[in-house]
């Protein structure tokens, strides 16, 4: 059974990073391409990026290029999401999601992160 | 970045009722491999979102055959005949033939 099991909710001050894990089972790791999207509350649904976990590439959208940096670690089958300089407007949930031909098709149940002082 | 508008925002109904779900793109998602990427989503409250239908009409599988897709180019329709309890949820539609992947606003079922 595929499973993609996220790590728990974060909270970061202003100004500091937080790093989000995604732990894939089920599959072959290096099989397909995972994506990260972000829902901030009580809103919709936007693509961050995703990564290639066989090349290590990745692509990013516009907005995110400064702020996430995806990486990911095939000896533990792990994607990994980092955010830097948080502010207010990171506060948000994460999910990462796998791509299969035409779809995420699997998605992890979710990181709240939530920016404080 | 490619704009997808989903109509209505919010859908009331009754448990058996059929409805339909709008999307329309501001470019044609067809892209030069014959393939137009346009995908919808439920999800339900405080749960990840789920595939429903991908590559517009093909049903993922696990899903109930009462959802179908149908479109081409800008136009997309999801519809639901005769809507359970569990169909209750955001629904949205997702497009990945033009980078980046961009999502719809959300459709709301709700019952009546």
């Known amino acids: 059974e595929v499973q993609l099991q996220q790590s728990g909710p974060e909270v970061g001050r202003p100004g500091s990073s937080v790093k989000i894990s995604c732990k894939a089972s089920g599959y072959t790791f290096t099989d397909y391409v995972m994506n990260w999207v972000k829902q901030s509350p009580g809103q919709g649904l936007e693509w961050i990026g995703w990564?290639?976990?066989?090349?290590?590439?990745?692509d990013y959208a516009e907005k995110f290029k400064k702020k996430a940096t995806l990486t990911a670690d095939t000896s533990s089958n792990t994607a990994y999401i980092q955010l830097s300089s948080l502010t207010s407007e990171d506060t948000a949930t994460y999910f990462c999601a796998r791509e299969d031909y035409g779809g995420y098709d699997y998605w992890g149940q979710g990181v709240m992160v939530t920016v404080s002082s | 970045d490619v704009v997808l508008t989903q109509t209505p925002p919010t859908l009331s109904a009754t448990i058996g009722q059929s409805v339909s779900i709008s999307c329309r793109s501001s470019q044609s998602l067809l892209h030069s491999n014959g393939n137009t990427y346009l995908n919808w989503l439920l999800q339900r409250p405080g749960q990840p979102p789920q595939l429903l239908i991908y590559?517009?009409?093909r049903l993922e599988s696990g899903v109930p055959n009462r959802f179908s897709g149908s479109g081409s180019g800008t136009d997309f329709t999801l519809k639901i005949s005769g809507v359970e309890a569990e169909d209750l949820g955001v629904y949205y539609c997702v497009q990945s033939t033009h980078a980046p992947d961009t999502f719809g606003a959300g459709t709301k079922l709700e019952l009546k």
């Open positions: 590559l517009v009409s």
């Open positions: 990564i290639d976990p066989e090349y290590g590439s990745t």
